[in-house]
C-alpha cells in the first residue's frame, strides 16, 4: 500500500512539474495584433505573412502588417493614406456617417504584385458602397499603394 501510495505521488508530482514547465517560445500573447483588427485578410509572400484589416473611419487606413512567425506583428504600410486614392475627396472628413469607412480588405499576391480589394461605406451621395482596389509591389511604403 505504501509503494502504491509512493508511485502515485511521484506520478502526480511529475504531472504537475510537466505542466509548469514551458518550452522557449512555446507561448503568445492572444489577440496576436494587439487593439481593434477586424477582418484580418492574410497571405504569405516567401517568408513573410502581410495581413490587411479594416479601419472603418480611421485615416490613415487599411493598415497593413507584416510577421515572419505569425507571432510577432510589426505595421508596415496603409493601403489608404490619401482621399484621392478612391475618388472621393472628402472621404477622410465624412465623419458623421459613423457606420461607413473601409470593411473586409482581400488582400492577394499575385506575380510580384499586391492587391487590395475593399468596400468603403459612405453617405448616400453615391448610393452607399463603393467598391476599391489598390495595388503596390512595395507593402512596405504607404505612398506605394
Known amino acids: 500500500m505504501h509503494v502504491a501510495f509512493c508511485g502515485t505521488l511521484a506520478l502526480l508530482s511529475a504531472t504537475a512539474l510537466a505542466s509548469v514547465i514551458t518550452l522557449p517560445n512555446s507561448t503568445y500573447l492572444n489577440p496576436a495584433i494587439p487593439g481593434w483588427h ?25 493598415p497593413v502588417y507584416a510577421s515572419s512567425d505569425l507571432i510577432n506583428w510589426k505595421l508596415v504600410s496603409h493601403a489608404w493614406t490619401r482621399p484621392d486614392q478612391i475618388g472621393l475627396p472628402n472621404a477622410a472628413r465624412d465623419v458623421d456617417y459613423q457606420q461607413g469607412g473601409f470593411y473586409a480588405p482581400n488582400l492577394r499576391y499575385r506575380n510580384g504584385q499586391f492587391h487590395l480589394t475593399c468596400a468603403y461605406v459612405g453617405p448616400t451621395t453615391f448610393n452607399g458602397v463603393l467598391g476599391t482596389t489598390q495595388t503596390t509591389r512595395n507593402p512596405f511604403d504607404s505612398d506605394a499603394w
Open 38 to 62: 477586424s477582418d484580418p485578410s492574410c497571405v504569405r509572400v516567401k517568408k513573410t505573412y502581410f495581413c490587411a484589416v479594416s479601419s472603418f473611419l480611421a485615416v490613415p487606413g487599411l
